[in-house]
């Protein structure tokens, strides 16, 4: 276990970075030609969104992307990452190509470039098309293929001057949220969609990479996957399989074909999924080699078979999430140990929390954030002691955003944002985090208050 009251070192060339994706920061939905989402779609359906609102303006980075490329700077950050929003690109999924829509994100990245910060992009952060949706989105195969002609587009543009592609990211989220549990756009509830459209998020994933590599060649290529480890605290065998089925279908079941194993065996049969979808050379393509695997952690989950609402041992986040920081470092360690990938980015994580002491200035003194961040950090430290090659860490958010089903009501960022003014000002996380940037080291000694 690290001793949590001991600053640590990281290497000097370690990355040190924020996160954002475009449907949660960008707004501007009907800017410039660009098409509609499943997001936007969804935002429109009563009571989709637990506070009624959208992402129309979100904090309205398409307009203020100097200003906010600025505030990275300023923050002492050495890379960003976020994502490319397809409608932008693309506003009928196909054909004809938005240039307006390209214009923003070569801004952007030049924006960056000049201000030193390397570029880490995401093709996909869950904002598809409304126009392949109406063709049955993810469960189409067809999506997957024309998945590839938009990465194509965008890698000629962009693909001489972005250090690091993402693919996808969180593809569980994509399939699992978007069509089996309906939580997310586009709100559908099928366990076959949803097994089909996992198939074809990681198809797409497989057959971009070789678009990626064509147009991008000295830029890491690989994709981002979320992992929350499973527990229980019985010994029912009951909750044991239950919290084996939740472990394969939420952490095995995409990285594992990514790695060549191939979807997990004992998953696929208690899903009782026929496999349909499968055609010869997908597994071969899904297990194009990558350059990185991203990691997206928040928190544990707790199982006790037939019931929702488990309780709780450990501290909680705003999301009412278990604040579990040695999680980590366990995925880390497992999945390394098991498929050894050349090296990890952790490309989310952070904590929404209340942010109640907001003074006159909109300074929020988020010590409970502070604290968050500082034990995953140290997990982190502790996991690249063990041998696991991790080479940057991006905290999630850059921005307080567009939080998905809980709309505006759940705040991520270091940053804070006045949803009314649409003021940036940075919070004592990102004090905290500005010092942790420079100095690559991570301790309490240096908490700003």
């Known amino acids: 276990m690290t001793d949590q009251s001991n600053p640590v070192k990281f290497p000097d060339k370690f990355l040190w970075g924020s996160a954002t994706s475009s449907f949660q920061i960008e707004g501007a939905t009907e800017a410039d030609g660009r098409g509609e989402s499943i997001w936007d779609r969804f935002c429109s359906q009563p009571g989709a969104i637990n506070d009624n609102t959208d992402g129309k303006v979100a ?7 100097k200003e906010d490329v600025a505030l990275l700077s300023s923050l002492g950050l050495q890379a960003y990452r976020f994502s490319i929003a397809w409608p932008r690109v693309l506003p009928n999924g196909k054909g004809a190509v938005n240039t307006k829509g390209l214009d923003f994100y070569d801004r952007l990245v030049d924006e960056l470039l000049a201000a030193d910060i390397a570029p880490f992009a995401t093709l996909y952060h869950w904002d598809l098309p409304q126009a392949l949706e109406d063709k049955n989105g993810w469960v189409n195969r067809d999506t997957a293929y024309t998945f590839v002609d938009y990465t194509h587009v965008v890698l000629k543009r962009l693909g001489d ?4 592609w993402a693919t996808l990211n969180e593809p569980f989220v994509s399939a699992s949220h978007g069509y089996l549990t309906g939580e997310h756009a586009p709100g559908r509830k099928s366990l076959p969609d949803a097994c089909a459209a996992a198939h074809h998020l990681l198809l797409a994933h497989g057959l971009a990479m070789p678009v990626v590599r064509e147009f991008a060649p000295d830029a890491d290529a690989g994709i981002v996957l979320n992992f929350t480890p499973a527990f229980t605290h019985s010994d029912d065998p009951k909750d044991q399989q239950e919290c084996a089925d939740i ?3 939420e952490n095995r079941w995409y990285v594992e074909p990514i790695a060549g194993a191939g979807y997990p065996v004992d998953t ?3 899903l009782g999924w026929e496999q349909k979808e499968i055609q010869a050379g997908d597994l071969e393509k899904i297990s194009t080699p990558i350059d990185f695997l991203g990691v997206n952690y928040y928190t544990r989950q707790t199982v006790c078979a037939g019931e929702k609402d488990v309780k709780k041992t450990l501290p909680l986040t705003d999301m009412q999430w278990e604040i ?7 995925i880390l360690t497992t999945l390394h140990n098991r498929h050894a990938f050349k090296k990890y980015f952790i490309t989310e994580n ?5 942010d109640t002491s907001v003074d006159a200035d909109e300074f929020v003194d988020d010590q409970d954030r502070i604290d968050y961040l500082h034990d995953h950090l140290q997990q982190v430290a502790q996991a690249m002691q063990d041998g696991v090659p991790v080479e940057g860490y991006f905290a999630w958010s850059l921005f307080d955003n567009f939080e998905w089903a809980h709309g505006y009501a759940k705040r991520f960022g270091i940053v804070r944002v006045n949803y009314e003014t649409l003021t940036r000002t940075p919070k004592a996380s990102a004090l905290w985090y500005r010092e942790v940037a420079n100095t690559s080291i991570v301790g309490r000694e240096h908490t700003p208050t």
């Open 161 to 164: 001057r972005v250090a690091s």
């Open 247 to 249: 472990d394969g279908f």
């Open 350 to 354: 952070g904590a929404a929390m209340p």
């Open 59 to 65: 904090c309205d980075h398409y307009h203020r992307h």
């Open 324 to 330: 579990y920081p040695q999680g980590i470092r366990e």
């Open 268 to 270: 696929v049969e208690s």
